[in-house]
């Protein structure tokens, strides 16, 4: 006779898992291709893959977003010594989580939310590996996963560009009339009766909101990059709002200074549609300020050891 022993299952090889977790990957591909969307559908069909690329192909404001899905499988790539050592152990808890998400996508398919869909694919992104592998070894795809949740349209968030335009004009105006520029702001006008009298709107298309979700994208992924901790990493991230609303303010000032000095056609013309090109040398800018601020405590600390 010989005592039986409750030993813990042995974890799938590495090469095993990925083919696993491949092979459930396989079987959502075809779920959102040909269950993913009823909306708009005679431009894109049912997939919800054609929806996405269409809105990312279609609308300027979100043609990054066709960058950010390589971001996230090179910051995979990154990963893959971490992945490789990381202990695997299948989760069983992942299942209630993968059924929730299913029921997600159901919900925003019924609803013809397609946003709702995304998210809910992103999700299962990260569920399989953890169900099939554990939380240490999926904690090492937080960010390759998280970070595809801005690729998500949030067309919905236009309602803000009110405000924005407002507070953009307001500190422009501050700015110039502190510089001995007299104009005046009302609402999100700028105007001035001096010589080169003119009268500036700040548009919605120029409110800062989409050069935001770009800024965002471009300093979540640096933050991952550059910093040493998952606070620092944070404080970063955060600063992209700060950062864009900085940079699109510095926009506004130009088109002001060259409408004061040359006239409000000339600024309005060829410099107004180039113009936005320094936002983001500003705003990569200050990023990278912002980055050598966070990091000067621990170099200094460093130094003296």
């Given at each position: 006779m010989r005592a039986v022993t409750n030993a813990p299952a042995e974890p799938l090889p590495l090469p095993r898992a990925i083919a696993a977790i491949l092979a459930v990957f396989a079987g959502l591909a075809a779920l959102f291709q040909f269950y993913g969307n009823l909306t708009d559908i005679a431009r894109v069909g049912h997939s919800l893959f054609h929806w996405m690329a269409n809105r990312w192909?279609?609308?300027?404001?979100?043609?990054?977003?066709?960058?950010?899905?390589?971001?996230?499988?090179w910051a995979l790539w990154r990963q893959r010594a971490k992945l490789a050592a990381a202990p695997r152990a299948a989760d069983l808890r992942g299942l209630a989580f993968f059924a929730a998400a299913l029921f997600l996508h159901w919900a925003g398919y019924r609803a013809q939310q397609p946003r709702v869909s995304m998210a809910a694919l992103i999700a299962l992104l990260w569920l399989v590996p953890f169900t099939l592998c554990g939380w240490r070894f999926a904690r090492e795809l937080l960010f390759p996963a998280g970070y595809l949740f801005l690729t998500i349209p949030l067309n919905f968030l236009d309602s803000l560009t009110s405000p924005l335009r407002i507070l953009s004009a307001w500190?422009?105006?501050?700015?110039?009339?502190?510089?001995?520029?007299?104009?005046?702001?009302?609402?999100?006008?700028?105007?001035?009766t001096a010589a080169?009298?003119?009268?500036?709107?700040?548009?919605?298309?120029?409110?800062?909101?989409?050069?935001?979700?770009a800024m965002t994208a471009l300093m979540g992924a640096y933050a991952w990059y550059s910093q040493p901790t998952q606070a620092k990493k944070w404080i970063l991230f955060a600063c992209s709002v700060p950062v864009a609303l900085v940079a699109?303010?510095?926009?506004i000032l130009l088109v002001v200074l060259v409408a004061a000095l040359f006239g409000q056609d000339r600024a309005m013309g060829l410099w107004h549609d180039w113009s936005g090109y320094p936002v983001f040398v500003v705003g990569i800018l200050l990023m990278l300020l912002v980055d050598k601020l966070l990091n000067l405590r621990g170099k200094g600390a460093a130094d003296a050891g």
């Open positions: 192909v279609h609308f300027p404001d979100l043609n990054y977003c066709i960058f950010l899905p390589f971001v996230s499988l500190v422009a105006a501050t700015v110039l009339n502190g510089f001995g520029l007299h104009v005046h702001q009302v609402g999100s006008g700028i105007y001035s080169n009298a003119f009268a500036l709107e700040v548009a919605p298309e120029c409110s800062g909101l989409h050069s935001l979700f699109n303010i510095f926009r």
